[in-house]
Each structure stands twice: as C-alpha cells, then as structure tokens.
C-alpha cells in the first residue's frame, strides 16, 4: 500500500508518499510548490484554488508513478477558515491569519469575557490571529449567510470527497473548543455571534472522511484514493513522528514557526500556565500538546528575502559561524516581528531603542536570529518543567530546523539538554503514520515512533560548557 501526504505549510506545500519495506518507512518527495499570501480588497489571503489544484497535480504525479491506489491525508496551518454558503460556494477569500485587522481584537473581546474565563474553558494561548479573534472581526452580513465554516485542510478534503468535517487537532487552535468538554464552548460562540451548527461534525484524527471524486477534476488522471481525516493541524503532525522513547521529553516543532512543548495525556489550566501564555492544543490519540509558540524561522525567511546577496539558508548558517555570538539580545516574541515591512529594518531599530549593537552583515544578522531563538527555547524548557513539576532530559527537535547544526547545538549548550535533530520531514512523516494506523499497517503511536527511530537518520548534539546561565540573565534584563 502507498500512502500520499498533502503537506502545506505557509510558505510551500508538498506532495510527499511512504510506504514500508523490510521494516522501514520510505518516503519519497513527489510534488513541491510556493504558497504564501497576496493582499485582496485590503486584506492579506491565501489563493486557495491554487493549493487544491496543486494537491490534484501532486495526486495525479501519484498515479503517474505506477500507483493506481491510494490513501491520502491533508495538513496545514491553523487557525484560518472558509465560509461556504449552503450550495458549498465560497464566499470569500481565504484570509491569512498575517492580516492585521485582528491586531487589537484581544483587548476587543476580554471586555465581555475575561482572559482567565477563556483560559479556563480552552486552555489556549493569547495570540491576536486566532480564530476566535478572526470571526470577531468578520463581516456580520457575510456570517449570516454562512452555512458552513471549515479550518483549511477540512475544506480542501471537502473539494476532494463533499464531505464536511471539523478535525479535532486543527479545531483545538481556534479557542472555541472547551478543554475538557472536548466541543464548542456556547459561551465563546454567542460573543461572536456564531452558531455551533455552522460547524461540521467534530471528529478525531484517523478516520476516513471519503473516497475521491475523480468526476470533479476531469482534466486529471487521478488514481483511486481513499482520503483519511490525519492529524490535520501540521504541528500535531509533526509531534506524531518525534522519535522518542522517554517519558521525560519536550519536542521542537521547527519552521516558520517553533513549537517548543511536551505530550500530556490532560490539560493544564493553571494560572502560571496562563500567565506563561502556554496552549493545550488538542493531539492525536487525545493527547493534548502543551506548548508555546515561538516565532522560529519566519524571521530569517524574511531577513533572507531582504538581504542584498542571494544566500542560501545553509550560507546563512556558514555566515553566522563567522561571527561573535551573542552580540544582542532580542526579543523575537514580540509582535513588533510579526509581518514587519522590513525585517532587517525592525531588528536593527530594536537593536538600536535597546542601546545594543546593531547587526548590518548577513552574518550577524542570522547569527543574531540564532542565538537568540536559543536562548527563548531555553527560557521556554524551564518554564515547561516548572508549570508541569517534572523534568526534561531529551529535546526532539523535528521540522525543517533540524537540519541546522549551529542552531541545534546553541540550543544543546543554552538549555542544557541532550537535542535529537530529525526527522527534517516530520509532519509530512507523521501524516503518513497516521493514514498508515488508520489503515491498521501500524498498531498504534509507540510502534510508529519506533519505526521513525529506525528509519531515518537522527542526529544527537550534547551540551558543551558555557555561560548560559549569565546569558539568559542578560536576555531578560535587556528585553523582558
């Protein structure tokens, strides 16, 4: 059996398929194309006709290949949605949650509900684009004619099989799901003037939503495909294919952004989680990751896009070994880094309002990036094991930050912690897994870590010896 992965992230998507032979997964990239967003009527959104129709071509170089089954799975981002009306049409464009109109939305809406009852019921962290702060903001008379709102990857689904459903894992991101009632909270619909009917089923990750209507794309050569409903928010993928055997680990989701956070089997609601603005995102197998998002690679994607020499990302890093590290500290959390105009421009007028040096170089500018996403994972891992009262000895670092060797062992020295870099593929690796024990090809989440383990190359940094007590001290007095 062939299983095809539909991995779409901010700023690219792929088509990726993996199948077992002697005990190993084999993956193999297919398919590759650009994502990101464009401005429409004021707004920034993604072209969404152009990511299904890149998924029907990855499908189609599926068959291409010999294959003439399938299973498929579908994931993204979070917290960005499609209004359809009740004939299924769109009614707008898809709206990125990089658009800035729900920048004050927060303070907005804690008027009529407090930030502590919203932890309370969803366990979900403050962050200005989520969904619930999004829906706020949507046009009333556009919401009323609503018929049915699905996170992006529920909606491409629905265009592969016309079947509709709300994935557990995605859905936990928009801070409408109550944590331990595990469905929509009535209280956080009615502030939004939004109806829980205008919500497909609620559904867990791993089960079939349909078989593909090859009808709909007559100008494909699609194969026969059963799609299944994986763990569709990207992340919850990811974690799925971190190889660890421990109990006392956290993980790395690193990309355009980093997801740094451990597995539990409950949530946890206390006020120094909320306070540490920590998430309980909903997991597969109800598991529940608690995490923090940290802004990860998105800057240095951007400050790579400004830079007047073209570089590579693996140039970047050469660079960065050139230069003296922890030259500033800076805070890239703040939502000043967030869609600046100018990357290059934000970080060295931070550098300059804090009275530090300021970094001009392609060099000193990633090696500034660096160190200091080393520094706020460390800062994030002492903050995990105190909300949580257990310790962490392994740090999986999954996504395609593990294939950044500087980074990883910063991140080593800084947290004091054993990183396991790998696999680099993760989320597509875990969207394969999970169609593959929907499928009953694999058992459960333990041999499927397993067969991660033994299947690709995982690479092991240890901490060296240095100051990183007196450096994040430094951190925090300079930027907190």
């Given at each position: 059996m062939v299983y095809a992965a539909v991995d779409i992230g901010a700023s690219s998507g792929r088509v990726m398929i993996g199948e077992i032979k002697n005990s190993k997964l084999l993956t193999k990239?297919?398919?590759?194309?650009?994502?990101?967003?464009?401005t429409h009527n004021g707004v920034c959104c993604w072209d969404i006709d152009h990511l299904l129709e890149q998924t029907i071509k990855g499908l189609e170089k599926v068959k291409s290949l010999g294959y003439e089954h399938c299973t498929v799975g579908i994931d993204t981002w979070a917290v960005d949605y499609v209004l359809l009306d009740q004939k299924g049409k769109r009614l707008r464009e898809v709206a990125s949650y990089r658009d800035k109109r729900t920048e004050r939305t927060i303070d907005k809406l804690t008027v009529a509900i407090s930030k502590e009852t919203i932890y309370q019921k969803t366990g979900i962290q403050f962050l200005p684009f989520n969904t619930i702060y999004q829906l706020?903001?949507?046009?009333?008379?556009?919401?009323?004619?609503?018929?049915?709102?699905?996170?992006?990857?529920d909606y491409l689904g629905y265009c592969l099989t016309g079947n509709c459903v709300t994935e557990a894992t995605n859905a936990s991101t928009m801070q409408l799901l109550h944590a331990s009632k595990r469905t929509f909270d009535k209280d956080l619909l009615d502030a939004i003037s939004v109806k829980k009917e205008q919500f497909a089923p609620l559904i867990e990750p791993g089960q079939e939503l349909g078989m593909l209507k090859n009808e709909r794309f007559p100008a494909f050569d699609l194969p026969i495909c059963k799609v299944i409903t994986v763990a569709s928010h990207d992340t919850a993928s990811a974690v799925i294919a971190a190889p660890a055997e421990s109990d006392e680990w956290a993980y790395i989701s690193s990309g355009t952004w980093s997801l740094i956070g451990v597995e539990n089997a409950t949530p946890i609601l206390t006020d120094l989680a909320m306070y540490n603005n920590y998430t309980n995102e909903w997991g597969a197998f109800k598991t529940i990751r608690f995490l923090k998002n940290i802004i990860g690679m998105w800057v240095l994607q951007e400050v790579r896009k400004q830079l007047k020499e073209d570089y590579s990302f693996a140039q970047l890093v050469e660079e960065a070994q050139k230069t003296k590290p922890f030259q500033q500290f800076v805070n890239f959390n703040d939502d000043r880094f967030l869609h600046p105009d100018n990357m290059i421009k934000e970080i060295q007028d931070y550098c300059r309002e804090t009275h530090q040096k300021i970094p001009h170089t392609a060099g000193e500018l990633a090696c500034c990036i660096y160190t200091n996403l080393a520094i706020i994972y460390a800062?994030?891992?002492?903050d995990l094991e105190q909300i949580t009262g257990r310790p962490i000895q392994?740090?999986?670092?999954?996504g395609g930050g593990a294939h950044n060797d500087l980074l990883n062992q910063l991140t080593a020295d800084m947290c004091g912690k054993t990183v396991y870099a790998g696999p680099a593929e993760a989320t597509a690796i875990g969207n394969l897994l999970m169609q593959m024990i929907a499928s009953k090809e694999i058992q459960d989440l333990?041999?499927?870590?397993?067969?991660?383990?033994?299947?690709?190359?995982?690479?092991a940094f240890t901490p060296q010896e240095t100051d990183r007590d007196s450096m994040i001290q430094l951190f925090k007095r300079t930027v907190l």
């Amino acid at each position: 059996m062939v299983y095809a992965a539909v991995d779409i992230g901010a700023s690219s998507g792929r088509v990726m398929i993996g199948e077992i032979k002697n005990s190993k997964l084999l993956t193999k990239e297919i398919h590759r194309f650009a994502n990101g967003f464009t401005t429409h009527n004021g707004v920034c959104c993604w072209d969404i006709d152009h990511l299904l129709e890149q998924t029907i071509k990855g499908l189609e170089k599926v068959k291409s290949l010999g294959y003439e089954h399938c299973t498929v799975g579908i994931d993204t981002w979070a917290v960005d949605y499609v209004l359809l009306d009740q004939k299924g049409k769109r009614l707008r464009e898809v709206a990125s949650y990089r658009d800035k109109r729900t920048e004050r939305t927060i303070d907005k809406l804690t008027v009529a509900i407090s930030k502590e009852t919203i932890y309370q019921k969803t366990g979900i962290q403050f962050l200005p684009f989520n969904t619930i702060y999004q829906l706020y903001e949507e046009d009333h008379a556009v919401l009323e004619k609503t018929d049915r709102i699905l996170m992006v990857p529920d909606y491409l689904g629905y265009c592969l099989t016309g079947n509709c459903v709300t994935e557990a894992t995605n859905a936990s991101t928009m801070q409408l799901l109550h944590a331990s009632k595990r469905t929509f909270d009535k209280d956080l619909l009615d502030a939004i003037s939004v109806k829980k009917e205008q919500f497909a089923p609620l559904i867990e990750p791993g089960q079939e939503l349909g078989m593909l209507k090859n009808e709909r794309f007559p100008a494909f050569d699609l194969p026969i495909c059963k799609v299944i409903t994986v763990a569709s928010h990207d992340t919850a993928s990811a974690v799925i294919a971190a190889p660890a055997e421990s109990d006392e680990w956290a993980y790395i989701s690193s990309g355009t952004w980093s997801l740094i956070g451990v597995e539990n089997a409950t949530p946890i609601l206390t006020d120094l989680a909320m306070y540490n603005n920590y998430t309980n995102e909903w997991g597969a197998f109800k598991t529940i990751r608690f995490l923090k998002n940290i802004i990860g690679m998105w800057v240095l994607q951007e400050v790579r896009k400004q830079l007047k020499e073209d570089y590579s990302f693996a140039q970047l890093v050469e660079e960065a070994q050139k230069t003296k590290p922890f030259q500033q500290f800076v805070n890239f959390n703040d939502d000043r880094f967030l869609h600046p105009d100018n990357m290059i421009k934000e970080i060295q007028d931070y550098c300059r309002e804090t009275h530090q040096k300021i970094p001009h170089t392609a060099g000193e500018l990633a090696c500034c990036i660096y160190t200091n996403l080393a520094i706020i994972y460390a800062i994030a891992i002492k903050d995990l094991e105190q909300i949580t009262g257990r310790p962490i000895q392994q740090l999986h670092i999954v996504g395609g930050g593990a294939h950044n060797d500087l980074l990883n062992q910063l991140t080593a020295d800084m947290c004091g912690k054993t990183v396991y870099a790998g696999p680099a593929e993760a989320t597509a690796i875990g969207n394969l897994l999970m169609q593959m024990i929907a499928s009953k090809e694999i058992q459960d989440l333990k041999q499927a870590r397993l067969l991660v383990k033994n299947s690709f190359d995982i690479k092991a940094f240890t901490p060296q010896e240095t100051d990183r007590d007196s450096m994040i001290q430094l951190f925090k007095r300079t930027v907190l």
